[in-house]
């Protein structure tokens, strides 16, 4: 049959399923308690979502499309929560910036000297700039983990060079 005899809505696009947080190939996929307990609610809501989907029998295109993208999005979670790596941040070292920690940087010199910035060290899927939370994988978080209390690192921030000291360290909250 020729494609003139067709439908528009006969040829369905594939399903693009929207990747999840990125964690470069080789690197554990470290989370806090809390993230893991984040991905487990975020399994159960899509595996609801995903028996409403079929349930719904009004539009069979629509509902294949809904399902292909809960059966991926499901699979990719699964996977990242199986690979978890859960660490406690109680048993991090309390004066050495570690993984859940929340940690206050004071600018010592190439920037805005005595300008602080606070934020805790999470695991990819729990990141937020906009909650605080930065990926352990991001470079300024890699540029802090093990400096300790009191102590400065170089912080690359785009061409420029910041010197920061941690003058916080915490792990309550995570």
């Known amino acids: 049959m020729s494609r003139a005899f067709t439908k528009e809505d006969d040829v369905q696009s ?38 409403q989907a079929e349930a719904n029998r009004d539009n069979e295109a629509d509902r ?16 990242r929560i199986a690979s978890a790596k859960v660490v406690d941040p109680r048993t991090q070292p309390p004066k050495e910036v570690r993984f859940g920690a929340t940690i206050t940087l004071r600018t010592v010199s190439g920037g805005k000297t005595g300008f602080e910035r606070k934020f ?16 352990f994988v ?12 009191g102590k400065t690192a170089t912080l690359r921030l785009g061409p420029n060079e910041e010197v920061v000291e941690v003058v916080a360290i915490s792990y309550e909250g995570v």
Do not use: F, W
């Open 14 to 51: 594939p399903t693009i399923i929207p990747p999840r947080a990125a964690l470069p190939a080789g690197t554990p996929n470290y989370v806090t308690p809390h993230g893991l307990e984040l991905l487990r609610a975020e399994l159960l809501t899509l595996e609801a979502e995903r028996a």
């Open 64 to 79: 294949t499309r809904h399902l292909s993208l809960y059966n991926g999005r499901i699979s990719d979670l699964s996977s």
């Open 120 to 135: 805790t060290i999470v695991g990819v899927d729990e990141a937020s700039v906009a909650a605080g939370q930065v990926a």
């Open 138 to 149: 991001a470079p300024i978080a890699r540029a802090v983990i093990g400096v300790k209390l």
